[in-house]
Every structure is written in structure tokens, then in C-alpha cells.
């Protein structure tokens, strides 16, 4: 077992760091494409053998240190009794308001295929299996709202009218997050990471009030490392620097900079435009954030946000080999 991603996380790695990316199993990938041409999205994520096959890809493809469940953070929905579709991206049915969040239910049970996806990866992977779920705030604009058009208008008109029904729903979404974060990591993922995609839309004030609290008890409650993505998280590394979890920063933030702020284990951060320059910038970029962070014993590879589609698989390839000092 290639234990680096686990090393960086318990903040003692030697040699070179670990490299993984998010979005690693998607549609920038040919072989991700020909199966989600033959079956819709929702299938390829309830489906164990399909779900394990893409968790697999980049692994068997690129090299990569570590495996991301080929999931989606939306799936909660399916366990709080919503119907979930995805047209573009998620779709939930009914959008919530506040007069039906207390019929939600929380039936986990609904997500025992993503277990048994798990359980198919496990035995045969010769990298750690990272599980993950959203932060309650990113899932409930989803559960909110169908996103496009003048994004956040519905959730912000929920927060700022009813503050207390909107923390109800968060409770409720932090409630079923843990529970499916547990069954994920009683299946056997070795650490798991939170996406708050949407945190940086709030002031400072409600960041403190409506997420900071959910990640500090998400981490308490679970028993493997967890790394937290926030995009923007660069602004708020005061609040961050206390939770005892990795963070995955973006761009906006030099990582030798952000060091100095914080002794946490620290991933990321290239800008995942940059796989669409020529491969010898790619690699150069790739090198000055290594030298940038070498030596340090906390430090994983990533970019700072997710792999977009339509990337060369090349340029993911040379990033990766740069790492690995293959090339
Ligand atoms: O990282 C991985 O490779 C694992 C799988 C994974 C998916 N979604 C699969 C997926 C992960 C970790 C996610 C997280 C996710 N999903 C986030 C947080 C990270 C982020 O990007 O900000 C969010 C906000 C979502 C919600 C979501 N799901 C959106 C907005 C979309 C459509 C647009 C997009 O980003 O692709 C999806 C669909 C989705 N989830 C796809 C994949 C591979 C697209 C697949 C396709 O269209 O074939």
C-alpha cells in the first residue's frame, strides 16, 4: 500500500509529496466517457461495479496517490427522501422551502450501494480510498435552489429571513452527512474530505454562524483524518487554522505563504487552467510549487479546484510524473 496521502495527513511525510486531484475521476477522461455514454449519471453513481471501475481510472491511468470515491455530494438527497436528478448538475425534487423541512427524512439505508462500492475498492486498491461528503451549506443551496440564473437569491432570502428554520435545515443535512461519512469510512476509506464549494458567498459574520460550527463537529464526529475544501479559504485562515483537519487551499493564496499562518497539513493549489498550457509551463509551474513546500512533511499535491472537463489528459499526466519526478 503507497501510504504518502496518509503520511502527509499525520504530518510526517519523507521525500517527495503525495499528488492527487479533485474531479480526478471525470469527464475529462476517455474512458469515463464511453460508459456515461451508455448510462445516465445517476446510474453510474448507484451502481457499485460502475462507480468502482471509474474510482479506479485515474489510479490505474495517471498514477495518482490516492482514490476519490466516484460520488457526488448530492447524493444525501436520495437519503433525505428527495428525488435527484442531474441536468447539467444536481436537480433536486421538491426544492425546499421552509414549511417542509420537517417532513425530510434521513434514511441512510438509501445509500448502501455507495457502501458496497467501497467495499468493491477496497481489497484491490494499492492507494488510500478517500471518502467524502458536501458541507452543509453547499448541499442545502443545492436542496434550495436549481443553480443558474441569479444564483444564491433563494438561499440567501431563506438565511436572512428565517435564521432559524435555515439552521434547522443545515442541522439536518450535518445530521445525515455524518451518518454517511461513518458508513463510508466503516466500509474502509482512510480519510475523507468536506466540499464547502459555496461558503465564500456569505459574509464573515455568517461564515462563523452558519459553517464554522458544522466542520468543528463534522471532524469531531468522525475518527479518520479530514481534509476540508472551502473554496476561498485563503480569506478565512484565521477561523480554519484552529479545526484539527488538513485544508485544501485554492490559487489566491501562495502555499509558502499560508504556511506561515498555519502549522495544518496544507493541499493544493494549482489553478486547473493551467493543464491548458503547453506542457513544459505545466511542468515548471508544477516544480515552483514543489520547491515552493519542499521538504514539508504536511503537504499534498492538488490543484485548487477540480479537473475541468475537456482538459488533456497529457498535461494531468505530466503534472503528475513532475511529482512523482518521473520527468
Ligand atoms: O473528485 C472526483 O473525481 C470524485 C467525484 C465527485 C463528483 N462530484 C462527481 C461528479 C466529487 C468529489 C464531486 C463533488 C461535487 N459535486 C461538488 C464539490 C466540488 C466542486 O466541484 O465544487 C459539487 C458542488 C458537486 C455538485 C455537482 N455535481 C455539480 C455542480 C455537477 C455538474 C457540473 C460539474 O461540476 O461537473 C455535478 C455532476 C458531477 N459530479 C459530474 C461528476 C464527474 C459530471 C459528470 C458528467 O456530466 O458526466
Given at each position: 500500500m503507497d501510504l504518502k496521502l496518509l503520511h502527509s495527513l499525520n504530518q510526517k511525510n519523507q521525500g517527495r509529496p503525495p499528488v492527487w486531484l479533485m474531479r480526478q475521476a471525470g469527464r475529462y477522461l476517455p474512458e469515463y466517457q464511453v460508459l456515461r455514454k451508455k448510462y445516465s449519471l445517476k446510474e453510474l453513481f448507484f451502481t457499485p461495479e460502475l462507480a468502482a471501475e471509474i474510482t479506479r481510472m485515474p489510479i490505474d491511468l495517471l498514477g495518482v496517490d490516492a482514490a476519490i470515491l466516484f460520488s457526488d455530494i448530492m447524493v444525501v438527497a436520495v437519503a433525505l427522501g428527495l428525488k435527484l436528478d442531474f441536468v447539467e448538475g444536481p436537480v433536486v425534487q421538491p426544492l425546499l422551502t421552509p414549511s417542509i423541512i420537517d417532513g425530510l427524512c434521513c434514511d441512510l439505508e438509501k445509500l448502501e450501494p455507495i457502501v458496497k462500492t467501497i467495499e468493491l475498492l477496497i481489497p484491490e486498491l494499492k492507494v488510500p480510498l478517500l471518502g467524502f461528503c458536501g458541507a452543509p451549506f453547499t448541499v442545502a443551496t443545492y436542496l434550495i435552489e436549481k443553480h443558474g440564473g441569479e444564483k444564491f437569491f433563494e438561499t440567501k432570502k431563506w438565511l436572512y429571513s428565517s435564521p432559524k428554520s435555515f439552521e434547522k435545515l443545515l442541522e439536518r443535512i450535518e445530521k445525515i452527512s455524518i451518518g454517511y461519512l461513518k458508513m463510508q469510512i466503516e466500509a474502509g476509506v482512510g480519510a475523507v474530505q468536506i466540499f464547502d464549494s459555496w461558503a465564500n458567498i456569505l459574509s464573515k459574520e455568517d461564515f462563523r454562524k452558519f459553517c464554522l460550527p458544522s466542520y468543528k463537529r463534522i471532524i469531531e464526529a468522525v475518527n479518520?483524518?479530514?481534509?476540508?475544501?472551502?473554496?476561498?479559504?485563503?480569506?478565512?485562515?484565521?477561523?480554519?487554522?484552529?479545526?484539527?483537519?488538513?485544508?485544501?487551499?485554492?490559487?489566491?493564496?501562495?502555499?509558502?505563504?499560508?504556511?506561515?499562518?498555519?502549522?495544518?497539513?496544507?493541499?493544493?493549489?494549482?489553478?486547473?487552467?493551467?493543464f491548458f498550457a503547453p506542457l513544459p509551463i505545466v511542468k515548471e509551474k508544477t516544480i515552483e510549487l514543489m520547491k515552493s513546500m519542499q521538504g514539508d512533511p504536511s503537504f499534498i499535491v492538488n490543484l485548487g479546484h477540480g479537473v475541468k472537463p475537456n482538459t488533456p489528459v497529457d498535461a494531468v499526466r505530466c503534472f503528475i510524473e513532475t511529482v512523482k519526478g518521473i520527468i
Open positions: 479518520v483524518p479530514v481534509i476540508l475544501f472551502m473554496r476561498g479559504a485563503g480569506a478565512h485562515l484565521d477561523d480554519l487554522a484552529g479545526l484539527p483537519c488538513a485544508l485544501s487551499l485554492d490559487w489566491q493564496m501562495p502555499m509558502h505563504e499560508a504556511r506561515l499562518k498555519t502549522k495544518q497539513t496544507l493541499q493544493g493549489n494549482l489553478d486547473p487552467d493551467l
